[in-house]
């Protein structure tokens, strides 16, 4: 029997949300900018303190809540078989150059959890987001999928034979890593010239090129023609990276999220589409691209469904009770 109350976290490089939910929908969610100073304990114990709070919006009992999932930005290593974040944009002692406000190498994550929680379940954002769409969302009734997103940085989360891929260390779907132009100066957060994520993510756009990849695309969408330029070599190398995923798992179906094609995506979409679609389509063919079916909170209900009993996941279909994330009072902690 699940306990009446559980608790999620999304982890992101600039922002940490703790719901509070029951088995009816979430009841409280508090949002904060990411610790990034102090000791390395400093995020787990934000986390804690932010589940404390939403607690307490909720009218619930902080000291009845034993299981927490979590939903966070990676990668992961595994310390004394724990999982510690080892992720760029928030361990400002990974990189040398590195502009963040410690020196930190790893936070250890799952070890200050558990000093609070009996059970912790962590999964990378876009494999939590991927379940979140299988169980909710746009990917029901796919058993190999993927879901994509393309922000700030470029993520996956992959599901081949109905089960979700997670590799030796919850690394698995790191493919905007994937190596794509020896010719490319374009330098991605992990230290890599002409990766993926290098030559398209949000970040690595502006770096580049001086503009936001907002500014971007619009000017391009407006008849720029440097701006076309880029937007069309974007578009190719995205389309590249679904095509070699493709080649690599047998997909079928993609669901896209992130800003970049949440803004863009009606346009993109040809031309990544031709990437896929003119080769190998033994492959290829009938792949498709589709939109996400949470949007805003697919992280923070992906949290949640990690730790879900089957009773609960019934009655949060029954009640579509992801749509109530959008009904929730906005609460910044102070
Ligand atoms: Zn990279």
Redesign the pocket.
Known sequence: MQSLYLAGLDIGGTKVAATISDINGPLARITEPTAKTGTERALGEQGIRLLKEACAKASVNFDSIDTVGVSSCGPFIKQDNLISLVAPNICGGINEHSDLPNRWKSVPLESVLREQFGTVVIENDCVSALAAERAFGALQQADNCAYVTWSTGIGFGLCVDGRLLRGKNGNAGHA??MLMSEDSRAQ?????FG?V??MISGRNLETQFGHSSAELFNAARAGDSKAKAIADESAKWFGRALFNVTAVLDIGQFVIGGSVWQHHGDWLLPQVMQEIETRLPALTSGVTLLNPGLEAYVADIGALYLVMSHDWLDAWRKRQAWHQFDRLPVHESQ
């Open positions: 905007g890593h991605c957060g992990c230290g890599n990766d994520e290098a």
